[in-house]
């Protein structure tokens, strides 16, 4: 397998370009994933480290000495991860790039499903894999949601209380139509953890736009997509399993969350140059003001949640809600989003779910929010319902 894996006398099909920064823990079982699933696409592999710490080069080396569908670019320092990825993307001789987190298992035929769509689908300019975010395959990610600065204004400041429902009920309705049905889905942006798109694209683009260190980087370069008419895809054939974020650390978390902010407001003030920086202005206000009553008052309430459920058992928590009569199935999600923009959801047949253990020990300390919507086919009916429950960090050093 590992040799149809290397183009002898031909170009790969695929460059898979992977970012590592302290990632030893994940990239020798996601490079053993690739070579599982390749299913005969010709493709290579670039790795791109940034700088890591803890022996992730010297481990990959170790067990992919001999690897001749292998290139490793090792930086002296943390480039972040669209500079990073542009300088994979100069490595690559594949037709198509596919951007891949360390993090992330893919299933059988997800790559030869991705390239497939090129050619089936139209206008198509990139395509992301239906991800999942449980080993049980029952929740899935959902897509970007590319919201413009005043939508935005409302889901970073106390406006979502009052105009949440109105703003962002298009972009809820296509996380419904992407895991209620099983067709190509058209979407507004998908995750750089599995962004494929052709090579000759990327670079007509211009590539990533390194002004952003890491987040939304993905984001900025879908909307450059949609604006040269190309066409972005959810596929529901092509399948991979997120492991996101296990490998952070609370700290870690603090300071991911401050280069988020950042680049969100780098995103708005490059698309909407006056708009976004009065939005820039009011994020930043907002934050300030948040951070400091939370500080004071303890847990933030939002007037979106109907009811509270204190963490459970070790070996879950069952999260129930009424029955709506004319429902043929329940859209269960799960955020510490109070927007619900981004957010796993599952398909639910009955009105109550226990998520166990092995499911929400994967959620960092945090308060999260689970709204269960209704549904007859792909359209909402009756009541949405919404409730909260809370993730503490284990004294033991285990998160739960």
Request: one cysteine or more.
């Amino acid at each position: 397998m590992v040799s149809d894996m290397v183009a002898e006398d031909a170009a790969p099909e695929l460059s898979i370009i992977t970012v590592t920064y302290n990632s030893r823990d994940y990239i020798i079982r996601c490079l053993q994933n690739i070579i599982a699933a390749a299913n005969g696409v010709r493709l290579e592999v670039i790795l791109v480290d940034n700088a890591s710490t803890d022996g992730t080069i010297a481990a990959v080396r170790e067990h992919f000495s001999d690897a001749p569908w292998l290139t490793i670019i090792a930086n002296d320092k943390n480039l972040g991860f669209g500079k990073a990825c542009n300088l994979g993307a100069e490595q690559a001789h594949g037709r198509y790039i596919l951007l891949l987190n360390p993090d992330l298992f893919l299933l059988p035929d997800a790559m030869r499903t991705s390239l497939d769509a090129f050619t089936r689908l139209d206008r198509c300019g990139a395509v992301m894999a239906r991800t999942f975010w449980d080993d049980e395959m029952q929740f899935q990610f959902s897509c970007l949601k590319s919201i413009g600065p005043l939508a935005a204004m409302v889901q970073h400041t106390s406006l979502r209380r009052l105009l949440s429902q109105r703003t962002f009920e298009r972009y809820w309705k296509m996380d419904w139509a992407m895991w209620s049905g099983d067709a190509p889905v058209e979407v507004l942006g998908v995750p750089g953890s599995y962004l494929m798109l052709s090579r000759e694209l990327f670079w007509q683009l211009g590539g990533f736009d390194e002004r952003f260190f890491m987040y939304y980087e993905d984001e900025d370069l879908c909307r450059r997509i949609r604006k040269a008419e190309h066409a972005i895809y959810c596929l529901p054939d092509a399948k991979a399993i997120h492991y996101c974020a296990q490998s952070l650390k609370t700290s870690e978390r603090a300071a991911m969350g401050r280069i988020q902010r950042r680049s969100l407001i780098a995103l708005y003030e490059k698309h909407y140059p006056v708009i976004g920086h009065a939005l820039a202005i009011c994020i930043r206000a907002n934050n300030f003001m948040v951070s400091n009553a939370k500080r004071i008052l303890g847990l933030c309430r939002s007037s979106m949640v109907s009811s509270a459920i204190a963490i459970g058992p070790p070996d879950g928590i069952e999260l129930a809600w009424q029955s709506v009569p004319r429902a043929e199935h329940y859209i269960l999600e799960i955020t510490p989003d109070p927007c619900f923009l981004h957010k796993v959801g599952a398909r639910v047949a009955d009105a109550r779910y226990f998520l166990a253990h092995r499911a929400y020990r994967m959620l960092a300390p945090d308060v999260y929010f689970w709204r269960a919507v209704p549904m007859v086919g792909n359209e909402r009916t009756g009541k949405v319902q919404v409730g909260r429950f809370r993730i503490v960090a284990d004294t033991s050093g285990e998160e739960r």
